[in-house]
């Protein structure tokens, strides 16, 4: 529902923000990587990850994409809720975190207040083979493309096409044709080989 929230950053703890933004006060929870991450200046701009449930909204706030990605990511993992997935990012680094699920670290996932042998593996179970695919990258913020040929590479990996695949597909459009194509003429013509 929220993409990011942008305003003043009116108070700050290790668990939560308040962001003044066009005059409402957003209480936004937080990670301590997020928290580490914040400046102490004026503005501030979080991504942002709306909790609904019969008791209330909670939104939960990030400093840059990547780590909301990952978030999402852990919360999709059954047993894993948004207070565990915070605990998460709170514990280890989101790269971290992306590389010990990627290479099946088992000991150092359980380190982590909350999770046990089970959930751990639970999380290597379902998430290695979707993080591989995303690539080391994936947790690097939204990038600001300056070419058609990156934007459309961008969309089909969000679509959920590994980079690799994408980009061969990119290439092989260049090679047969124009250079000059619309993102979406590239993304079309990509999605008819992919």
Not at 88 to 112: M, Y
Not at 158 to 177: N, P, Q, R, T, Y
């Amino acid at each position: 529902m929220y993409a990011y929230i942008d305003g003043k950053l009116v108070f700050k703890c290790p668990t939560y923000v308040v962001i003044d933004a066009g005059g409402v006060g957003y209480q936004i929870n937080i990670s301590l990587n997020t928290y580490g991450s914040l400046q102490e200046t004026e503005r501030c701009k979080l991504y942002t990850w709306l909790h609904v449930k019969e008791d209330g909204h909670t939104l939960y706030g990030f400093h840059d994409e990547g780590e909301r990605r990952l978030f999402l990511h852990l919360i999709s993992v059954s047993g894993i809720g948004p207070n565990t997935g915070r605990m998460i990012l709170s514990s280890i680094t989101p790269a971290e975190i992306q590389t010990a699920i990627v290479k099946g670290d088992v000991p150092l996932i359980q380190r982590i207040k909350g999770i046990g042998p089970k959930s751990a593996q639970r999380m290597i179970l379902e998430l290695q083979d979707k993080l591989k695919k995303e690539g080391p990258d994936s947790l690097i913020s939204m990038p600001s493309h300056s070419t058609a040929k990156e934007e459309a590479l961008s969309a089909l990996v969000m679509l959920g096409f590994s980079k690799s695949v994408a980009e061969k597909a990119l290439d092989s459009i260049f090679k047969s044709g124009p250079e000059d194509l619309s993102v979406e003429v590239l993304i079309k013509t990509a999605l008819k080989s992919l």
